[in-house]
């Protein structure tokens, strides 16, 4: 079967069908609904892909309201393929619509449109070619969605509480050619005291600890005459815009930056650090505190070499930290929550015992251990064939310091597809996925299905 020539002719339903899911604005929300409990539009999403699923024949069944799948074929054991439809928010600087679906220049921009909707789809599409092919299944194949992959995975927690775990299984959501090596993810938070002392009103930065903040508010009881040239100095140092901007109590001050994913802060621009950075020679008090302890560990640093937590090995690379939400207010809190991605080898639980920064408390929310797959097992040697047949390029074994679908399997794999060369823009303005690999990769991901599946 000739998968790419078959993916090119449903292009155009491949394309529309990643519009009509980038469309649902499926950003995390609980109000408290449980029939909706990461928000209407996410519980929108997972619905969108049960009804695609119950009309095209497949076994349908929807868990909790937070995950469902799709399942085909026969046999006793199961291949899962695990995808999510909750994005992060959009944030700020997009020159397209986020929610639009636009195609431009061999691009679909959109959130979701390569973290993680353009893949999850490119993997529905193919596993229907396969089925759609007549081939017999060996094995059954369930496609699992997700929907809280952005902030916890809670999600997949619940799924598989009642549900079978895969004899195998891949996550269509990091890149290609296969990552069977995944960094620990934990989420610090730090404390420090928040007194009504000092200049320091009000201090926001950050949404999740996954991205890198694009943007950061201070509220200080400066009067902007006091502040405004140095503020924009700064900024046309650091090559940031900025608004300075006087008030009742002073002066707001904001930076704007550059998100990226968590999994290498230096690929973005951290807006809360530079306003800490600017600030901390400027007020005084606890709030001075605050901002000192986010230049003096952050600053030029995503490595811990300041926090005495710098961590490498030659499978995965770099420990990273990406200080992601950053909270002051006087009299109330102060605090900085890290997303720390550990090298698959770092003795985390020896490294973090000996952790300590005077005044500050240390809590470790939550620690999702790395995830390895041997090289030599045959699932690996399985889709290293796929990937090789379809592209005719080496299928070299990769470690990222994202977090995927596939450390909640016994046996799973993060599969693409962003390709080797791709720049990386999830969790960036202007996210797209180029048109042509997206359809490569539909038929990578078919021919994957049909050797796992049915030969």
Known sequence: MDWQQEAERRKEELLSELQELIAIPSVLSEDGNPDAPYGKEVRQALDWFLEKGDRAGFKVKNIANVAGHLETGEGPELLGILGH???????????????????????????????????????WMALNMVKD?????????????????????RCVERYFQTEEMPDIGFAPDADFPIINAEKGIADIKYTLGAAETGELLEFTSGERTNMVPDRAVARVALESGEIDAAFRKFCEMEKVSGDCTPNADGTVLTVYGKSAHAMEPDAGVNAGILLAKFLQDKVSG??????RFIAHYFSGDSRGRKLGLSFSDEASGDTTFNAGIMRFKAGE??????????????????????????GVEMDILSNSRPHHVDAADPFIQTLQQAYEKQTGEPAELLAIGGGTYARVLDKGVAFGMLFPGEPDVAHQADEFVDIDNLVKATAIYAEAIYQLACK
Request: glycine fraction near 14%; proline fraction near 4%; charged fraction near 30%.
């Open 85 to 123: 439809v909750d994005v992060v928010p959009a944030g700020d600087g997009w020159t397209k619509e986020p929610f639009g679906g636009e195609i431009a220049d061999g691009k679909l921009f959109g959130r979701g449109a390569i973290d993680d909707k353009g893949p999850t789809i490119a993997a």
């Open 286 to 291: 606890d709030g001075a505190e605050f901002v």
């Open 133 to 153: 092919a007549g081939f017999e299944f060996k094995r059954r194949v369930r496609l699992i969605i997700g929907t809280d992959e952005e902030s916890g995975f």
């Open 333 to 358: 809190r102060a605090d900085v929550r890290v997303s720390m991605r550990y090298s698959v080898s770092c003795p985390f639980d020896d490294l973090v015992a000996g952790h300590r920064i005077d």
